[in-house]
């Protein structure tokens, strides 16, 4: 509870801040900015009807197939919800559909209608979390969205009865902020003999393997050392390669204020006892991530010393370099440097009117492939997983799950942990600033190597986790501090092999990941003293590479957005926006790409191609 008063404390701290500021002549500098804004515009300028919000995605590979059965599994209104426990109901498997099944899909739909800011929202299940996603800002004719997740890596969950959902959305109402979040839940689950939807069905079927066929090939994929991978977050790749881990344990709080860790510094490592069966040949953990308040736009957020020397308020600060990392019993086991997500009401809200940014509705979680570790963690005792955020400022949204796969035939299995590689961190700060002007980089790499061997029923192999990830960062400021440009790149590759100690055999999957940011800022004083106007550019983009010996992946997904805005403290008065996104995809067999522009709220573009042929 003091955690969340501060948080609202903080809130109206800086609204009252710039209230202040607003009495000034001046607009505020880009290092002031409040980043997070919510959108006032005039109806007139707005459509009458209640329109639908998107964030662009890929079709999900059950989608060509009709569920067997679907349960609406929560319907709320999430109102003045701020400050009070997750909204809970029941959960127990479908009777009528009983699995296993080849698919799960989660679907959340939403509307809302009034003056909002965009809202964290998190989905658990017996405090496992299923879903990270954040709302649309509202309009006062409507808007309504629908996410739609594979889940299936989640089904040794489903499958169960008695459980508790939980769902964490925490709004505000009063007479600004009017918007109410109606949010349903369903879960669709696709039997293992999948029916063909009848109608609308996609044209790329014709150009696939699909069908009956795809099924032979799936299980064509699952050879013994396969079987044993894990490591991808596309939910694609997952659902076509992967048998659902046997059991996912939570690292994940008590539940009160929703079952994530706030995280507000470096030092708040949150952990958990967990004690796991000891015939687990395989762990993989599954981190999800948001962040918030002062590190919400942490890829922008300037060094202390300049915030100081300029005597500025805002709390943005600490540097531009984080990473969320795991620890066990106070090991580091893994880190993660996250994709740079940004929520509706971030940079220029009507950027991401009607298509949000990347990742916005389906946050991306990362896996941690953990299976060198067995060796320390298979001894029947409990031992701690731990959660944290190195350079991390206040504040973050932390909580795992440990996915774990368990040999039937055996009680225990073997394991050893062999081989523990975790160089010095090496980061190179610069920082050049006279005034308000000045540059700052930040350059970081590390590689970490872990390996260890498990003697299970299906042999003894050795798995070799490589991971290594490069960060640029890079912000400057000009024209005295109204004028601001952070470009980043990140780059981070996971290699993980399985050696089989009786013929050596390789199995190798290569999974890497690129996230190049730009923004550029400017600031500039509006008509009125009490506005400014903010010209803005963003440029974002995820692109992934996934290959295991002769099946790859590959995904490109990138957003442009321009656009001004006119701004009264948080609250965008009217502006134009434009945001262009092209997504695209191909394997080994099929492609998909789909381009998008939307403008002033509508959708101007809206462009699939299905089939390699058509492309490049
Ligand atoms: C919305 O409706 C109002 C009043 O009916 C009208 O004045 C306005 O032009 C309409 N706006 C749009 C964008 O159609
Ligand atoms: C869940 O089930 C328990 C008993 O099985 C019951 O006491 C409780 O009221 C139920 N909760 C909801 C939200 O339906
Ligand atoms: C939720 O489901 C109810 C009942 O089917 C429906 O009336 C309502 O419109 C749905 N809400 C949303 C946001 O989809
Ligand atoms: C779920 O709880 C209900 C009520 O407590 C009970 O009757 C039922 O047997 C339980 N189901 C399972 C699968 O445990
Ligand atoms: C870090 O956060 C924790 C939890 O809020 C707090 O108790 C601690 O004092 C903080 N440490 C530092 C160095 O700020
Ligand atoms: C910051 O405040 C100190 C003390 O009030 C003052 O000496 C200094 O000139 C100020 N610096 C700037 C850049 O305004
Ligand atoms: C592990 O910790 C839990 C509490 O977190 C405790 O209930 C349990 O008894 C412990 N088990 C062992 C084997 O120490
Ligand atoms: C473990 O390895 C040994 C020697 O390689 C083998 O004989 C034994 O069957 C294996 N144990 C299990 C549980 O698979
Ligand atoms: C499993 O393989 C590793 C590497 O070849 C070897 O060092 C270890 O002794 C083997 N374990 C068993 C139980 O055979
Ligand atoms: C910024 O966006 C606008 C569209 O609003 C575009 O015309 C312009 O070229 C962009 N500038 C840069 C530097 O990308
Ligand atoms: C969007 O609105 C801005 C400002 O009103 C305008 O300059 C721009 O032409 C509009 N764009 C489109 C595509 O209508
Ligand atoms: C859609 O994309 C295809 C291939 O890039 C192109 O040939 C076609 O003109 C586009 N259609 C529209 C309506 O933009």
Redesign the pocket.
């Known amino acids: 509870m003091g955690?969340l008063h501060t948080f609202i404390f903080l809130n109206f701290l800086l609204l009252c801040c710039y209230i202040h500021q607003s009495h000034s002549t001046s607009p505020p500098r880009s290092s002031s900015l409040p980043g997070r804004y919510f959108k006032s515009l005039p109806s007139s300028l707005r459509q009458n009807e209640s329109s639908e919000y998107t964030e662009i995605t890929r079709p999900l590979p059950s989608d060509e197939f009709s569920p067997s059965c679907s349960l609406l599994i929560l319907q709320h209104d999430f109102g003045n919800t701020f400050g009070s426990p997750p909204v809970t109901t029941n959960y127990s498997a479908p009777p009528d559909c009983p699995g296993p099944w080849s698919h799960v899909v989660l679907e959340l739909r939403a509307s809302c209608h009034g003056e909002q800011y965009d809202r964290i929202a998190g989905v658990w299940l017996d405090g496992i979390e299923i879903l990270r996603t954040s709302t649309a800002e509202p309009t006062d004719s409507g808007i309504f969205w629908k996410v739609r997740k594979d889940v299936t890596r989640y089904s040794s969950l489903f499958s169960r009865s008695n459980l508790t959902l939980s769902v964490m959305l925490e709004n505000i109402i009063n007479d600004v902020f009017t918007g109410v979040y109606h949010v349903n839940i369903s879960l669709l689950y696709y039997g293992p003999n999948k029916a063909r939807v009848q109608s609308g069905v996609p044209d790329r079927l014709s150009n696939r393997k699909l069908g009956p066929s795809m099924e032979e090939e799936t299980l064509g994929f699952r050879s013994k050392a396969r079987q044993l991978m894990f490591i991808s977050n596309e939910p694609g790749i997952r659902s076509r390669m992967e048998e659902p881990a046997d059991l996912v344990i939570p690292i994940s709080s008590n539940g009160d204020d929703g079952f994530w860790f706030?995280?507000?510094?470096?030092?708040?490592v949150h952990s958990k006892l967990i004690q796991i069966p000891l015939n687990t040949y395989r762990a993989v953990l599954e981190i999800y991530v948001s962040f918030h308040g002062n590190d919400e736009f942490w890829y922008s957020n300037p060094p202390d010393s300049y915030i100081k020397q300029n005597n500025l308020t805002t709390g943005r600060g600490n540097g531009a370099f984080r990473q969320v990392f795991a620890t066990i019993d106070d090991v580091l086991v893994g880190s993660q440097v996250v994709f740079p997500v940004i929520f509706t009401g971030g940079i220029n809200p009507l950027f991401w009117e009607p298509v949000v940014a990347i990742g916005a509705f389906n946050l991306p979680s990362y896996d941690v492939d953990l299976t060198p570790f067995l060796g320390m963690l298979l001894d029947g005792k409990n031992h701690s997983f731990g959660l944290g955020v190195m350079d991390g400022i206040?504040f973050w949204l932390v909580d795992a799950n440990l996915h774990v796969w368990l040999d039937p035939k055996l009680s225990s299995v073997q394991a050893k942990s062999v081989i523990y590689r975790v160089p010095p961190f090496s980061v190179e700060r610069d920082s050049e600033f006279e005034k308000l002007d000045g540059s700052f980089t930040v350059e970081a790499e590390r590689k970490t190597h872990f390996s260890g061997w498990v003697n299970s029923t299906a042999g003894n192999f050795t798995t070799h986790v490589h991971h290594e990830f490069k960060l640029e960062n890079s912000i400057k400021f000009k024209k005295n501090g109204m004028y601001k440009e952070v470009h980043q790149k990140i780059k981070t590759k996971t290699d993980v092999w399985l050696e089989s100690d009786e013929n050596g055999l390789r199995t190798r999957a290569v999974f890497k990941r690129k996230y190049p940011l730009r923004i550029i800022t400017q600031t500039m004083p509006g008509i009125d003293d009490n506005t400014y106007l903010l010209v803005t550019n963003v440029s974002n983009a995820l692109r992934e590479k996934f290959s295991m010996a002769d099946f790859w992946t590959s995904t490109s997904n990138t957003q442009r957005s321009g656009g001004w805005m006119l701004v009264q403290d948080h609250s965008v008065l009217s502006g134009g926006a434009e945001t262009q996104q092209t997504l695209r995809y191909k394997d080994d067999f099929s492609c998909y790409s789909r381009t998008v522009t939307g403008s002033n709220g509508s959708l101007l573009e809206d462009n699939t191609t299905i089939g390699c042929a058509l492309l490049s």
């Open positions: 955690v706030r995280i507000q510094n470096e030092s708040d206040s």
